[in-house]
């Protein structure tokens, strides 16, 4: 399968957005020679050098031209909130049902990461799975125009409760956001339905 992965955002978006790009480029880092050594083909667009719309438009362009199976495009939300997304284009078309599909699996490769120590060792952050209809903003450009099943992943809030800002800017939060989107890719790859 030919996986698409990217970070969201550029390094010429806004601060929040700037932190949100590098954060999650530590975690393509770790996740693209994972998935490769499952056999997978990956493509890692990255365009952090070029202003944010222009990043998003090349992104999207790019994972189209190498005709990728899947996409997913990795963010941390912003805004306050005490719960992670993984968010897909829930317009009827021919991606909508496998991007469904791969953003219960994404969520559930968040449920999958250990947490903390027994009795309590589940990871603490409630993940939903959100169907968007409707551009809002130019934000959700990578889900409506991506010739793939695709999904944005937010598995915690930066400026949220103390549990996720605390993972956010742990030592392992680059292995863990990684770990855990390999698995739900994991869970989708073997999905004989598919």
Not at 48 to 55: I, T
Request: net charge negative; hydrophobic share 40%.
């Amino acid at each position: 399968m030919r996986i698409g992965i990217a970070p969201g955002h550029s390094l010429l978006a806004t601060p929040p957005q700037t932190y949100e790009h590098q954060r999650c480029l530590e975690v393509v880092a770790r996740l693209a020679p994972m998935l490769r050594d499952a056999g997978h083909d990956v493509a890692t667009p990255i365009f952090g050098d070029q202003p944010n719309d222009s990043a998003l438009r090349a992104k999207v362009k790019y994972l189209n031209d190498v005709a990728v199976d899947c996409a997913v495009e990795l963010h941390l939300n912003a805004g306050g909130g005490d719960y992670g997304l993984a968010v897909y284009w829930g317009v009827r078309n021919s991606y909508s049902l496998r991007g469904q599909r791969l953003a219960r699996y994404l969520s559930m490769g968040m449920h999958a990461l250990p947490h903390g120590s027994p009795p309590d060792d589940k990871f603490p952050i409630p993940q939903h799975v959100r169907a968007m209809h409707q551009l809002q903003r130019g934000s959700l450009y990578f889900l409506a125009a991506t010739h793939a099943p695709s999904v944005l992943v937010e598995p915690a809030f930066m400026d949220g409760p103390p549990t996720h800002r605390d993972w956010i800017t742990s030592p392992a939060f680059a292995c863990d956001y990684a770990a855990a989107v390999y698995l739900g890719l994991r869970y989708y790859a073997e999905d004989s339905t598919l």
